[in-house]
């Protein structure tokens, strides 16, 4: 049994199956490939594009969608291995896991970090415990990491340059402001996905207090050695948008001072100009431009950046749709779409 918590682990052979099936799809949507299939889709956390894309992605082949909110509609939950459940939580996560895993084919989980201590969120106990229990395959619908994303930005990218092979194109993950501090999960996803599929990847940021958990780092340096790509860190702005190809932009938050944001505030504060804007995109070779979603206009990128040719942001989006229902699909063990290992 396969799950879906990271990239890191599939294969790139895996994740080629998955895009390519992903744009079977994209050209026709409805197949019955989750035919009498369900999926729990149990949001720890609020969304837009992941919900409504599983969701719809359900029902386009054939599958129904149970949508749980704990502590909103359903129990609260604990995931403590012992824990002493004295407190708000009625139900412990590896009941919840296995009773789940006896109605449904699929659970998927988003569940953010609790944005306390680093060296405990950076576990990913929430998604990881349901791994460990449930006896169906687990999907990450964003934790510390966002892998659902990080394919359909690749998707995205493919379809931009109208090839699968991305390797040798200059990629710049960009930090941007952003008033508030954020999850680092977009830009672990897309420092591994980048160098996995062969780019020059440059992570820009303020100073090294932004760098990304060692952890991603090192996948990054791994993925890039094996690709025959590059991962390097900058803090020049001219320098990295110098010719790049492909401009990410994403904000989060300075993993010394997590748990603690009002001591990073001037910091951040003093750094609103990595903002992307057109002065920045003249650098660039005509680069693509991207964001997760959502962003605040003006704020992480201008409306002239946002809105212009070059933009891919809703095409990113739509592709979340298109992605996840062939990995739903994959992960059923679907007839049409090849198991993945």
């Known amino acids: 049994m ?25 050209a026709n949507p409805l197949q019955p490939l989750l035919e009498g299939k369900t999926i729990a889709l149990l949001f720890f956390n609020p969304s837009l594009r992941t919900r ?36 708000g939580a009625e ?41 460990k229990h449930a006896t169906v395959p687990v999907i990450n619908m964003e934790t510390i990491t966002h892998p659902c994303q990080e394919l359909a930005h690749i998707m995205g990218l493919q379809e931009r340059f109208e090839t ?38 440059t992570l820009l940021c303020p100073d090294e207090r932004f760098l990304l958990d060692e952890r991603y780092m090192s996948f990054a340096a791994e993925n890039a050695e094996d690709s025959g790509g590059s991962f390097s860190v900058s803090h020049d702005i001219e320098a990295s ?39 920045k995109m003249e650098l660039t070779n005509g680069a693509v431009f991207s964001h997760c979603l959502p962003a ?11 809105d212009s040719p070059n933009s891919m942001i809703i095409e990113e989006a739509e592709n979340r749709l298109h992605i996840q229902k062939a990995l739903m699909a994959a992960l059923v063990g679907s007839p049409v779409t090849p198991q993945a290992k």
Not at 2 to 23: G, M, N, V
Not at 100 to 120: E, H, K, M, N, T
Request: charged share 25%.
């Open 91 to 131: 139900e412990h996560m590896s009941e919840a896991a296995r009773v789940l895993s006896r109605y449904c084919d699929l659970i998927a989980v988003r569940a953010f970090p609790a944005f306390v201590d680093w060296s405990i969120d950076r576990q990913d106990h929430v998604i990881r415990a349901f791994a």
């Open 241 to 279: 948008y110098s010719g790049a190809d492909v401009i990410y932009a994403k904000s989060w938050g300075a993993l010394p001072f997590f748990g603690s944001w009002e001591k990073e505030k001037p910091i951040r504060d003093a750094n609103k100009h990595f903002i992307v804007d057109d002065a």
């Open 2 to 26: 396969k799950h879906f918590i990271t990239t890191q682990e599939w294969d790139k052979e895996e994740l080629d199956c998955l895009l390519r099936h992903a744009s079977e799809l994209k």
């Open 164 to 201: 699968s092979d991305l390797r040798g194109k200059k990629y710049v993950l960009t930090w941007t402001y952003h008033p508030k501090p954020l999850n680092t999960a977009v830009a672990n996803s897309a420092a591994m996905i980048a160098t996995k599929f062969g780019m020059d990847v």
């Open 296 to 306: 605040r206009r003006n704020v992480k990128a201008t409306d002239s950046v946002m």
């Open 52 to 87: 409504s894309s599983f969701e719809i992605g359900a029902w386009q082949m054939g599958g129904h969608a149970v949508v749980l909110e704990p502590g909103q509609g359903t129990w609260a939950m604990a995931f403590g291995d012992g824990e002493i459940m004295d407190g």
